[in-house]
């Protein structure tokens, strides 16, 4: 059977953490399957997470620059400690090129360090080896957090509110600029989702905050929120249901949703790579929260949904219709969304 | 300028180490370099390291299986934390895989799983994701350690004795057959010199009593004796002479390499892949180590030449004559060899 008939990417996690994964611990408290593992040295939390960026997977050489993928590569990754509240501290990559131009290979490594060292992370090893057909950025980020504050999946209770950083859909609106358009004129049109795309800022000052602040479960959005809430809640053991009209979309984004055809909420719901954090709280938490966040000067967060205990994630839409929420358009093998 | 002509992936390292890499601080203790990066956390030094297999450029299809891919990919980093002494604790591992039969993933992860409890490692994270072209295999592995036991590269001292453990040129041997004969008949041939190659089995045990027994320096064996001794060399500002006549070679090494055309003990010094404990230590340390290897029912050790103060790595023949150590027989792009 092949991964595609098997249920895809997630069904193969499941099966491999099951069967071949660590259980939790005295020192290991997460071991696969939350946004990082999390592992107790001396009186800290040490976070760990790795993904990969691999060519025509998840990048287009025409349409990134070389210091955009070095830069994206160690972005997505310390979005994942982000998304557990924790500080990022050092990267580690290792790089699979074929007999480039060193130049490549250096603005690579600039967009690397840059996007470690503005979130304070330090960059302290590698491995560059060659690979004769696709290039291949491999990161692995460390962090580290109080123990008791570590933001997991699994938290979400019900009546809990259901939150998001930021707006979704600017990133997927910069992607199909740069497949319709190329880099230059995409660039030309909307720098702003462009960037969004290509250098994701994650949001790690936003989740320390949020830890301290007691939330209840947490996670990046790198899949899209129609594909990330249903592993939130199946994390928690709950369910959810979420309001269309309160999907925080952008005016630029709602604009070139549009004119691509779509409906701009449902495009910004089944987003992907937006790197904002998804998470829930206590309702008498929303205020602080908001509140806590502008007066850090952080990207601002919005209600978009509750926490329910019957373990379906529904969408509403404008007229009060529920449906499922539609998890099901990014299938294994991924597409250049799927990082 | 391509990589090729810039001087390959040593110079390649090296300006990235230099332009981007961090700097020791009061908790980075050794950044990019060696054969991992050390960080404390508390009390204890933490060693971390990443190492990718590439098809087609680390492994081919044909002549390995599932099992051994993910044996090898987290044995050799394994490998990296025993060279510094270290304990290892936690394996991550980043899959790039086409739409591949389950059973071939599933068969990768036992061999994964195996490689990494064998060690006393517990797979904690990963990363499943599409690669339309070639199999990847990016693993992160941890390590811990007591912080003055550490083992690096750049401790060897003029007149220290240079010794290896185990024997030279097996994996070499097991690549020939492989390449010459395929995966079946070779196992006939020479199921041993296969296993060294597929295989290959750190020498942890070891490497945490040669640190106990405060030997000097130490790496292990990735890229062959000589093109791993020239670079323990200029870690530490020294030079080295190692002896043809001294070099530990196995009887069925020394046998299929003779029918093979090449001189074993030159064969083997090239070798590759060997994952012995390349080390130095005082002159009157050496029958200590012995004896600790012995009395442990460890891996022996062999000297095999001292440490010179001149920077010249040299290689002297049965007949008294000298030549430079010959490190370029494997260039960027890399061979099948090259881990």
Redesign the interface.
């Known amino acids: 059977?092949?991964?595609?008939e098997?249920g895809g990417?997630q069904a193969?996690?499941r099966?491999?953490a099951e069967?071949?994964?660590?259980h939790p611990d005295s020192s290991?408290v997460k071991?696969?399957g939350d946004d990082?593992?999390v592992?107790l040295?001396?009186?800290?939390a040490?976070i760990?997470?790795?993904?990969?960026l691999?060519e025509?997977?998840?990048f287009r050489r025409d349409i990134i620059e070389a210091y955009e993928i070095g830069w994206k590569s160690v972005a997505v990754n310390i979005s994942d400690i982000a998304a557990m509240g924790g500080t990022p501290?050092?990267t580690?990559?290792?790089i699979?090129?074929?007999?480039?131009?060193?130049?490549l290979?250096?603005e690579s490594?600039?967009g690397?360090?840059d996007a470690a060292s503005q979130f304070g992370s330090?960059?302290?090893?590698?491995?560059?080896?060659?690979?004769?057909?696709?290039l291949?950025f491999?990161v692995?980020q460390?962090g580290?957090a109080e123990p008791e504050r570590v933001l997991y999946r699994s938290g979400a209770r019900s009546g809990d509110v259901v939150m998001v950083t930021g707006t979704l859909g600017d990133s997927r609106v910069g992607l199909e600029l740069l497949l319709k358009h190329g880099l230059t004129e995409a660039r030309m049109r909307n720098e702003e989702a462009v960037k969004a795309h290509l250098r994701p800022v994650p949001r790690v000052n936003e989740g320390r905050l949020l830890a301290k602040l007691g939330i209840h479960a947490a996670m990046d959005l790198s899949d899209g929120l129609a594909s990330d809430l249903p592993k939130l809640c199946e994390a928690g053991g709950v369910g959810a249901v979420v309001y269309l009209d309160s999907i925080p979309v952008g005016d630029s984004t709602r604009k070139l949703a549009s004119e691509f055809g779509h409906d701009p909420a449902r495009f910004a719901v089944e987003g992907g790579e937006d790197y904002e954090l998804l998470f829930t709280v206590a309702p008498d938490g929303v205020e602080p929260v908001k509140s806590a966040l502008m007066d850090n000067g952080l990207t601002p967060a919005t209600e978009i949904g509750v926490i329910t205990d019957d373990g379906k994630t529904l969408l509403v839409s404008s007229d009060g219709s529920t449906e499922p929420l539609f998890v099901g358009w990014r299938h294994?093998?991924?597409d250049l969304m799927?990082a």
Chains 1, 2 share one sequence.
Do not use: W
């Open positions: 059977m092949r991964v595609s098997f990417e193969l996690i099966l491999i069967k071949y994964g660590a290991l071991p696969i990082a593992a592992i040295v001396g009186g800290d040490i760990v997470t790795c993904d990969m691999i025509n997977t998840h501290t050092y580690l990559i290792s699979g090129i074929d007999d480039q131009e060193v130049a290979i250096d490594y600039r690397i360090r330090k960059l302290i090893g590698g491995d560059t080896c060659f690979s004769d057909s696709r291949i491999s692995f460390l580290t294994f093998p991924g799927d």
